[in-house]
């Protein structure tokens, strides 16, 4: 049987690996990076390109290009690129299908079997359409999983042999994950999960922002509306400096102008650890919730955790360091690259699925990471009151599970009843979130207080189904959770497949030098007029030799262009990708 391959379909990056021999390893793209940016573009001839060189062409030619759609997942909303409209799944799938096509170069077979990663608060919709996304690349998704599961499972992989509580804090760009595990012999036992969904790295290089407009008698909100490309630039600026605070004691940033442009004397505002530290402290408490909440329904103590593992680019910063090891009273571990280890959990998972041999003395086990219920209508002092969330299956409940639940008609002769299915934490739906809705019909006639049952079953991948059971006419409904794009029949997904299908992919092997070419016209605007002309010249042979197809013309002209970057001091490998690029 061919491999299955795991991938991390990330907001920003995607990796792919797969378990070869004995352990898990990455799979390089068409540049030979691990990372491949999640940006697709479409070329003007209509080709499709994926990664490295569709960022750098998001610089000059925004409007042909998408990122960021992990985001739109599980919603209705399309992306406009280049004048067509495309789904988050679709563009997702672009991404996947770059994906397979290193992972098949690189194991020089084909690959149609994968696992995938999803972020745990991914509610229904979101995994469903990640699955869809999958489907439309030509891979057959075969488990969906959790991020910081997946992040565990690297652990407790190499660390399968010993008896200990891990507990995985995962701060990505914008989401916050903690996963609390238990290892033993070769048993990975996912305990307990919690999050925010709206607390990331994003939330602290806007608090860095926000000191600085302070120190300038500003006040963010305020500046936002007022003065929007001010506020855009002076963003980039605290990105940089929070990724530099990570090394460096203290940074200077540059104020922009109004404009947003940064003239050569702009004013400067010199940041510190200290001042960092203090202006996150908020958001630093906001990850307490989580992390404790996570805990109590594991019932452990902070100190009886054995290893502490830190996830996401976010965590590389210094406070959040602290914080960790002030909370848990031990060093943080970071054996693994943040940015590699979900994918190399996702390999370990796909060799669980294929029964590999080096894995046959591993189990593991998650959880629901959120509680699934349903609306009903209370009676409360001789008044009906509506709109109360009553859970069916706990979060943290060990997965696959099925629950049931019996409720009864309210009133007499009720022929109908609409089952609305809602994804939270509190009491009453309107602060939940509403994944789906059941429409039972048929009721038989009779008196209020007839039965009907309501069983939820949630399988491996966190996807929902709900059954609706109405005990006196012996009558059964299947839910069918269709309130969104991903939902697709059998039939709407062969037409997606065959839609995308003539898209045209540009070629893997010629990638480089798309990455080249766009890299340097993006430089066009930074090199002083009177080098401009001789510098486009050789960026429009390059171009020429690329479209002749022939390879000695093409090597010939790139290395006129690299020996013109040379001189400039532009270094292609340095400028690409870079936060304030982001
Ligand atoms: P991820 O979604 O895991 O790629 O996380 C991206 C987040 O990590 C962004 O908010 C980045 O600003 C942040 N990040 C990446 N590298 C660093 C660094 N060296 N220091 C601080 N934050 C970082």
Known sequence: MSHIIGIDLGTTNSLCGVFLGDKPRLIPNALGKMLTPSVVAVLEDGQILVGEAARELRVTQPDRCASTFKRLMGSDARVEMAGRAFTAPELSSMVLKSLKADAEKFLAEEVTDAVITVPAYFNDNQRKATKVAGELAGLKVRRIINEPTAAALTYGFHDRNAE?????????????????????????????????????????????????????????????????????????????????????????????????????????????????????????????????????????????????????????????????????????????????????????????????????????????????????????????????????????????????????????????????????????????????????????????????????????????????????????????????????????LEAAVANLQTLKYYPREDQANQKLLRFAERMVGEVSPYQREQFEDAIDMFEQAMGTGDRETVENARSTLEQILAMLGIDPDQASGGASFE
Do not use: W
């Not at 990570?246 to 104020?255: F, G, L, N, P």
């Not at 050569?264 to 992390?291: C, H, M, S, W, Y």
């Not at 965590?315 to 190399?344: H, I, Q, S, W």
């Not at 309210?410 to 009843?417: G, R």
């Open 164 to 492: 200990k509580k891990l507990i995985v804090v995962d701060l990505g760009g914008g989401t916050f994950d903690v996963t609390l595990m238990e290892v033993f012999e070769g048993t990975l036992e996912i305990v307990s999960t919690s999050g925010e969904s709206f607390l990331g790295g994003e939330d602290f290089t806007n608090r860095l922002v926000s000191v600085i407009l302070k120190q300038l008698g500003m006040q963010l909100e305020l500046a936002e509306l007022q003065e929007p490309l001010r506020v855009a630039r002076l963003r980039q600026q605290c990105e940089d400096a929070k990724r530099r605070l990570s090394e460096q004691t203290d940074v200077e940033v540059k104020v922009p102008e109004k404009d947003g442009t940064l003239p050569e004397k702009a004013r400067t505002v010199k940041i510190n650890r200290e001042t960092f530290a203090a202006a996150v402290k908020p958001l630093l408490d906001r990850i307490a919730g989580p992390i404790g909440k996570a805990l109590r329904d594991g019932r452990s103590e902070a100190q009886e955790v054995d290893d502490v593992i830190l996830v996401g680019g976010a965590t590389r910063m210094l406070p959040l360091v602290d914080f960790v090891r002030d909370y848990f009273g031990r060093e943080p571990e970071a054996t693994f690259n943040p940015d590699e280890v979900v994918c190399l959990g996702a390999a370990v998972q796909a060799a669980l699925i294929a029964d590999n041999r080096a894995v046959d003395d591993m189990v593991m086990t998650d959880v629901c990471p959120f509680t699934l219920g349903v609306n009903t209508a209370k009676e409360m002092g001789g008044q009906v009151k509506t709109g109360y969330f009553v859970p069916i299956i706990h979060r943290n409940t060990t997965i696959p599970v099925s629950k049931e639940h019996v409720f009864s008609t309210m009133v007499p002769n009720q022929q109908e009843v609409l089952v609305d299915v809602y994804q939270g934490e509190n009491r009453k739906v309107e602060n939940n979130l509403k994944i789906g809705e059941l429409r039972v019909t048929g009721v038989p006639p009779g008196p209020a207080g007839q039965e009907i049952y309501i069983r939820f079953t949630y399988d491996l991948n966190g996807i929902l189904e709900v059954e609706a059971y109405v005990a006196k006419s012996e009558k059964k409904f299947r839910a069918v959770l269709t309130q969104h794009a991903a939902d697709l029949t059998d039939a709407e």
